[in-house]
């Protein structure tokens, strides 16, 4: 019999969630045929069969947390025949079956029971595993509860929690989760500093409307503000190491290579491809790799090397309607780039009110590695770039 293990994707992955078996038990499979989908922190990626057989015990079900190389399904290979008392010693790595070992726990009762219900069942010692809960996702309720030890206890009102309702409980996805972990960690421990300015997009909108017809046709792909705004930050970059860099306990390293993180929204949530080596691309290069990568988040087909690596993050909430926002550093990076809608202001040049196309950016960046000045003049670059783009953007 062999055992199908949690697998490591990734240098840093400790756990995976099972999301789907495509397999149920009982039913054949071939060797690298898809098993199953497996959901990191960072992806959901579908995890072949080792081996070709009929898959006969599902351990770990769907929707549960599993440690790496713990065990998650049993196969019995094609041509092969064992006891369970007596398992084969085949001499290889597999681990013999003897007697299985439970690798996925039931979750803790105390997860599925409400604070009152929990405190009335320890004050008249009553077991609650034994009791079915009634109330929403099987959480187990006071009045569960009561019903062992009868409606005559007395639950001062002090205790009793006000009540409110709730439409629905969702449980966070893995990938939430350690995001909102890894940003919880790097807001309490890294000192936040966030710079706003203002940027004249009449210039890059004239640049847009004359590249866009050109490229579409050269790359088959659609030039947005977002890959110009990419390619602005990308030039910037080269001459602000210390922006391009990250710490390491008390020593800053600084990033040879331009990896550029494109926050993009998708059904699951935020996740941020990376392109990497932005800064050596030209225009039509990064528009196209923008592009695909996009693309392969919306389709659900990023690999692990496309979601790793980045040095630096931008973030545009522009398209939703956002006027300005503070983002947060996406750690271990030390800055992140958040732009607003492109709006119609009323502008002042040269001594004359005119309506121009206005948009905010917001640099967030550790106080640790840049100081104030040196991220003004990073963004300040930014906005050299992008109001007098020249021949910038060839």
């Not at 699951?268 to 491809?273: A, D, F, M, Q």
């Amino acid at each position: 019999m062999f055992e199908v293990t949690m697998p490591k994707l990734g240098l840093t992955m400790k756990e995976g969630k099972v999301v789907t078996w495509y397999k149920k038990e009982g039913e054949r499979v071939e060797k690298d045929e898809p098993l199953l989908a497996v959901e990191t922190e960072k992806i959901t990626n579908d995890v072949g069969s080792p081996v070709a057989g009929i898959v006969k015990k599902i351990i770990a079900q769907e929707d549960t947390v599993v440690p790496v190389t713990e065990t998650v399904a049993l196969i019995e290979e094609a041509g092969v025949v064992e006891s369970a008392d007596e398992p084969e010693d085949r001499g290889d790595e597999r681990k013999p079956l003897g007697k299985m070992k439970q690798v996925v726990e039931t979750p803790s009762v105390k997860n599925r029971v409400s604070p009152l219900a929990l405190k009335i069942a320890k004050d008249h010692n009553i077991d609650l595993s034994e009791i079915k809960g009634t109330g929403l996702g099987g959480m187990i309720t006071k009045n569960d509860v009561l019903k062992l030890v009868g409606s005559t206890v007395q639950v001062p009102s002090e205790q009793v929690p006000s009540e409110i309702e709730v439409t629905e409980t969702v449980e966070m996805s893995l990938p939430r989760r350690k995001t909102a972990q890894r940003l919880a960690q790097m807001h309490r421990e890294t000192p936040h500093v966030t710079l706003t300015t203002f940027i004249d997009f009449t210039d890059i909108v004239k640049i847009r409307n004359r590249l866009k017809e050109m490229i579409e046709k050269k790359i088959g792909k659609k030039l947005t503000f977002t890959h110009l705004i990419a390619k602005a930050v990308s030039m910037a970059l080269k001459e602000f190491q210390d922006i391009n860099s990250r710490l390491d306990e008390n020593k800053i390293s600084r990033i040879k290579d331009i990896n550029l993180g494109i926050a993009v929204d998708v059904e699951e949530g935020l996740v941020v491809p990376v392109v990497k080596n932005a800064g050596e691309m030209s225009l039509n290069e990064l528009v196209t790799r923008v592009s695909e990568l996009m693309d392969k988040a919306r389709n659900k087909n990023l690999a692990l090397d496309d979601i790793t690596g980045g040095t630096f993050t931008i973030s545009n909430l522009g398209t939703f309607g956002v006027d300005a926002f503070t983002p947060l550093i996406n750690p271990p990076e030390c800055a992140i780039l958040g732009i607003g809608k492109i709006l119609k202001r009323a502008w002042v040049v040269n001594e004359q009110i005119e309506i121009r196309p206005i948009a905010t950016f917001s640099l967030t960046f550790d106080h640790r590695i840049v100081d104030g000045a040196q991220a003004a003049r990073f963004l300040q670059r930014i906005k050299e770039i992008l109001e007098n783009p020249k021949e910038d953007f060839k």
